[in-house]
T-cell receptor, first 114, second 115 residues
Framework: AQTVTQSQPEMSVQEAETVTLSCTYDTSESDYYLFWYKQPPSRQMILVIRQEAYKQQNATENRFSVNFQKAAKSFSLKISDSQLGDAAMYFCAYEGTSGSRLTFGEGTQLTVNP | DSGVTQTPKHLITATGQRVTLRCSPRSGDLSVYWYQQSLDQGLQFLIQYYNGEERAKGNILERFSAQQFPDLHSELNLSSLELGDSALYFC??????????????FGSGTRLTVV
């Protein structure tokens, strides 16, 4: 079974600075997708960024980018120019070949200090 | 508003009772997924329906059941409730059976408290 591990329960960053959230996963599949979701206090799960495993190029969405290391099974999220609105719980998630479920990590609570 | 509607937003009930959680997917989406978010288990996949049929099952207890109706809304039924069933229950929808190419849209969840 696939597992997703986020080793940082909490992280903090100063406003306008850069922070990196870590995620590792375990799978025997070669074809899969990886996601970062954000859950603010409103509880809404919001997709931040998505990476397809067969793509070498790291995904980027505005201030959010990933460092995808397939061989190391690592998928970290970098948030540049952090804003107060970035404060939230961040979940790393995996979806495999079946395409019918997400496996989530434990989450990292990000605090942004003004 | 994500387009996925979950009702009720909050529910408080006693142990041993039965409740029904409702989800209306985003317009045009055929797949509905249910997830449970609890403090001790994290976010876990429960079950998926696609166009009215059950397509995948996760860590769903036998006391729980779900269905998707012809109008594509889905209901998650939780019975013989225990304190440990207290959690946030999410519904997500997607346009396709294999949703990873298209992404998921999550509702804002139903907070269930069992007392």
């Amino acid at each position: 079974a696939q597992t997703v591990t986020q080793s940082q329960p909490e992280m903090s960053v100063q406003e306008a600075e850069t922070v990196t959230l870590s995620c590792t996963y375990d799978t025997s599949e070669s074809d899969y997708y990886l996601f970062w979701y954000k859950q603010p206090p409103s509880r809404q799960m919001i997709l931040v960024i998505r990476q397809e495993a067969y793509k070498q190029q790291n995904a980027t969405e505005n201030r959010f980018s990933v460092n995808f290391q397939k061989a190391a099974k690592s998928f970290s999220l970098k948030i540049s120019d952090s804003q107060l609105g970035d404060a939230a719980m961040y979940f790393c998630a995996y979806e495999g070949t079946s395409g019918s479920r997400l496996t989530f990590g434990e989450g990292t609570q990000l605090t942004v200090n003004p | 508003d994500s387009g996925v509607t979950q009702t009720p937003k909050h529910l408080i009930t006693a142990t041993g009772q039965r409740v029904t959680l409702r989800c209306s997917p985003r317009s045009g989406d055929l797949s509905v997924y249910w997830y449970q978010q609890s403090l001790d288990q994290g976010l876990q996949f429960l079950i998926q329906y696609y166009n009215g049929e059950e397509r995948a099952k996760g860590n769903i207890l036998e006391r729980f059941s779900a269905q998707q109706f012809p109008d594509l809304h889905s209901e998650l039924n939780l019975s013989s409730l225990e304190l440990g069933d207290s959690a946030l229950y999410f519904c997500a929808s997607s346009v396709a059976l294999r949703s990873r190419n298209y992404g998921y849209t999550f509702g804002s969840g139903t907070r269930l408290t069992v007392v």
